[in-house]
C-alpha cells in the first residue's frame, strides 16, 4: 500500500510540473518597451515634479556650459551639416571670406549675440553718433568670453563698464579730477595735477567681435569685410594660441570636418547615422537622467577648445620646428596686414598675446594643477617655444607699425591670487575683471583731455 501510494505521489507532482505555464520568449521580449516606457513616463513626471525639464533638456551628454558655448554650424540653409555634432548652442554659418561667422540674433542664458553676430547686448549701427566712442576686441574663444557667467563679465563687457563709470564720475564729482583750465599759483597749479585727469566724456562702446576658434588669418578678413565699416577708435587683438594649433597649410580655421566629408562619401554617409542615432537615444530622458545625474560627465580641458571636435591639444601643437615657423610666419604675415589697414584708417591697435595655463606653473590654483597634468609633460615647453616665436612676431611687426602698442597679459593674470584659468586657455571672471582693467589703464592714455593753461588776462587775487 505504501508503494503504490508513493509511486503515485510521485507520478502527480511529475504530471503537474509538466502542465506547468512557461512563458514564451516572444512575450519577454515585447514586454521590454513596455518596462522601458513605463520608466520613460515615470522618469518624465519625476523630472517635471522637481522642475528640472528646462535643464535635463538642455543637456546632451556633457556639462551643460560646454554644451551653451559649443559651436553649431550650419549650412546655407540654417540646418546643422550632415556628420558634423549639432549639439552646441552657439550657431555659426559657413562664410566664404572668414571661414564661418556667428549667426545674429541668438541667445541662450549666458550669452547674447546681437543682430551684427557681435557678443553684444545692443545692436550697432555703421552710422556711428558724435558723441560715441567704439573700441572693437578680436581674437578668438579667449576674448569671446568662453566660460563667461554672461556678456557683462567678459573683458569687454567689463571693460565698458570700467569706461563709462569713469565718465559717471567725472560728471558727478568734478573737483575729483583735473579741471578744465589749470589754475594760476603754483601750489594750486601741483594740486590740480596731482588729480586724475579726465577722459573724453562719451558714450564708450566696446563691442566683442571675437569669435571661438578664430586664427590671425581669419581676424585679418573679420577686421576689412565686418569691422572697419563700423568707424573703431580702436582695436584690441588679443589672440596667438590658435595660431599654434592651426596646421601652416591651412590660411585660418574653417569648419572642421568639412573636407573630409566631401572627399570621402562614405564616411560622410556613416557619420550622419551615427550622429541621427544618437539624437534620437539622447531625446529619452531615461537616458539623459542616467548619464546626468548617475555618471555625472565632468569638464575636460580638451572639451572646451573649439572649433576641433577630436583633436586635442597636444595633437595641434606641433614638434617640428620648420612646421612652426611656418606657423609663426603666417601670424607675422597676418599681423602685418591687420597693422597696415589700422595704420591707414589711423585707429590705434592694441596687440596682446592671449594667457595660456603654463604660466601658472609656480602657484596654480584650485583646477589649474590638474589641467596642467593633463596637457602632459612636453605642454610647456612646446607652447613657451611657440609664444616666444609669436612675441618676437609681433615685435618685428611693431618696429614698422608705430600705432602698435603690446601689453604683456601673463603677467596681470598672475596677479590673480584666485584660480585664473578654467582650462588651457579660457580664463575665469575675476581674470577677465583684470585683463579689463590693464586695459583701461593702456587705453585711457589716448582718451585724456589735456587741461588748458590758465590764461586770464589778470592775475587772480590771493
Given at each position: 500500500?505504501?508503494f ?66 559649443r ?31 556667428l549667426?545674429g ?6 550669452w ?15 552710422e ?39 565718465v ?66 580702436a ?89 612652426l ?28 598675446l ?109
Amino acid at each position: 500500500m505504501f508503494f503504490r501510494s508513493s509511486r503515485k505521489s510521485s507520478w502527480s507532482s511529475r504530471s503537474l510540473y509538466q502542465k506547468k505555464k512557461v512563458v514564451p520568449k516572444r512575450w519577454i521580449l515585447l514586454s521590454i518597451p513596455l518596462v522601458l516606457l513605463g520608466l520613460e513616463l515615470l522618469t518624465r513626471l519625476v523630472v517635471s515634479a522637481t522642475g528640472k525639464a528646462a535643464e535635463l533638456n538642455a543637456f546632451e551628454g556633457e556639462p551643460l556650459n560646454l554644451t551653451a558655448y559649443r559651436l553649431k554650424f550650419l549650412d546655407p540653409n540654417g540646418k546643422p551639416f550632415d556628420g558634423l555634432p549639432d549639439h552646441g548652442q552657439l550657431a555659426a554659418r559657413r562664410s566664404p571670406m572668414m571661414g564661418y561667422r556667428l549667426v545674429g540674433n541668438q541667445q541662450n542664458s549666458v550669452w547674447k549675440i546681437n543682430e551684427q553676430g557681435f557678443r553684444s547686448d545692443q545692436p550697432i549701427g555703421v552710422e556711428k553718433p558724435k558723441d560715441e566712442v567704439r573700441v572693437f576686441i578680436l581674437g578668438g574663444s579667449t576674448a569671446f568670453g568662453q566660460l563667461s557667467a554672461n556678456n557683462q563679465s567678459t573683458i569687454a563687457g567689463q571693460l565698458e563698464t570700467r569706461l563709462n563709470q569713469q565718465v559717471t564720475a567725472q560728471r558727478a564729482t568734478p573737483n575729483k579730477f583735473r579741471p578744465d583750465t589749470l589754475p594760476y599759483f603754483a601750489d594750486e597749479l601741483e594740486k590740480a595735477l596731482k588729480l586724475p585727469p579726465r577722459i573724453r566724456e562719451a558714450r564708450y562702446r566696446v563691442v566683442n567681435a571675437a569669435v571661438p576658434g578664430y586664427a590671425s588669418g581669419n581676424e585679418l578678413a573679420q577686421l576689412a569685410f565686418e569691422v572697419l565699416p563700423y568707424q573703431p577708435d580702436a582695436i584690441v587683438l588679443l589672440n596667438g594660441y590658435a595660431d599654434l594649433l592651426v596646421p601652416s597649410i591651412q590660411e585660418g580655421t574653417d569648419i572642421p570636418g568639412t573636407d573630409a566629408m566631401l572627399g570621402n562619401a562614405s564616411q560622410h554617409l556613416m557619420a550622419g547615422l551615427s550622429n541621427n542615432i544618437g539624437n534620437f537615444f539622447n531625446q529619452f530622458y531615461l537616458i539623459k537622467g542616467f548619464q546626468y545625474w548617475i555618471l555625472r560627465p565632468q569638464a575636460g580641458f580638451h572639451q572646451m577648445i573649439p572649433p576641433a571636435f577630436d583633436a586635442s591639444v597636444q595633437n595641434s601643437l606641433t614638434s617640428d620646428a620648420q612646421e612652426l615657423e611656418r606657423r609663426t610666419n603666417r601670424y607675422r604675415q597676418n599681423l602685418q596686414q591687420i597693422a597696415r589697414l589700422t595704420s591707414a584708417s589711423k585707429i590705434p591697435l592694441f596687440v596682446a598675446l592671449q594667457p595660456e595655463v603654463s604660466i601658472r606653473r609656480s602657484k596654480p590654483a584650485g583646477r589649474e594643477k590638474e589641467i596642467l597634468e593633463q596637457l602632459g609633460s612636453n605642454y610647456p615647453e612646446q607652447i613657451k617655444s611657440g609664444y616666444t616665436k609669436l612675441q618676437t612676431s609681433i615685435e618685428q611687426v611693431k618696429k614698422s607699425s608705430p600705432q602698435l602698442a603690446t601689453l604683456n597679459l601673463a603677467e596681470t593674470v598672475n596677479g590673480t591670487q584666485t584660480a585664473v584659468f578654467q582650462d588651457a586657455i579660457h580664463l575665469s571672471d575675476d581674470a577677465n575683471r583684470a585683463i579689463a582693467n590693464r586695459l583701461f589703464d593702456t587705453l585711457t592714455p589716448r582718451l585724456h583731455v589735456q587741461p588748458k593753461p590758465y590764461a586770464g588776462g589778470e592775475v587772480p587775487p590771493t
